[in-house]
């Protein structure tokens, strides 16, 4: 009877212990806008956000736990506390979905024009790297998804080429415009 106690308990912390590392990973979402301040001593960014939500980001030079950011994603970006273009529109990579976020990253788009729009999703083709939306207007757009393009899903960041967007979805685009065709930079769920 010990033996089995002993194993019932054991097994127990076993799966606490687990359940406590899974829950301490933190998953990396993104988004876009322009950098409004820089403040390296409260080590803050504020950005006007391009969908409107908490644009006051800290940022920590070491996470409490795992971070589960896709390295492909990852290459193209500059550590938060490394940042410095004010002015710039930016991708920040970002945990946590309080009124001030954790940043990890940004990705700098420099300070030229980008494209936004939402729509719903009318056709993912992986092989072309081209994804097609209706817009709020009715019309259909297509934009290329190029290896740096980037989709935050459920599951956080990753290739927009790899996302699991479906017919229907309704997403919201944040792209450049280069010699008449529109290259998707970010992709991300519209509310």
Avoid at 29 to 46: D, F, Y
Avoid at 73 to 102: E, L, M, Q, W
Wanted: net charge neutral.
């Amino acid at each position: 009877m010990m033996k089995v106690l002993f194993r019932t308990g054991f097994l127990a912390t076993c799966f606490t212990l687990v359940l406590s590392v899974a829950q301490a990973q933190q998953t990396i979402h993104a988004v876009s806008g322009t950098v409004r301040a820089i403040n390296p001593k409260i080590q803050m960014l504020e950005i006007t956000t391009d969908d409107s939500s908490s644009g006051h980001f800290q940022w920590v030079k070491k996470s409490d736990g795992a971070i589960q950011f896709d390295k492909t994603v990852s290459a193209d970006a500059i550590p938060a506390d490394k940042f410095t273009a004010k002015g710039n529109h930016v991708i920040v990579y970002y945990f946590g979905d309080d009124t001030v976020r954790t940043v990890v990253a940004v990705r700098d788009l420099g300070d030229g024009s980008v494209a936004k729009e939402t729509g719903t999703v009318v056709k993912l083709n992986r092989k072309e790297r081209l994804l097609t939306i209706k817009n709020s207007s009715g019309t259909e757009e297509s934009f290329h998804l190029d290896p740096k393009t980037v989709a935050d899903t459920a599951t956080g960041v990753m290739q927009g080429v790899k996302s699991d967007l479906n017919k229907g979805d309704q997403v919201r685009i944040t792209a450049v415009q280069a010699d008449g065709s529109a290259t998707a930079l970010l992709i991300v769920p519209a509310v």
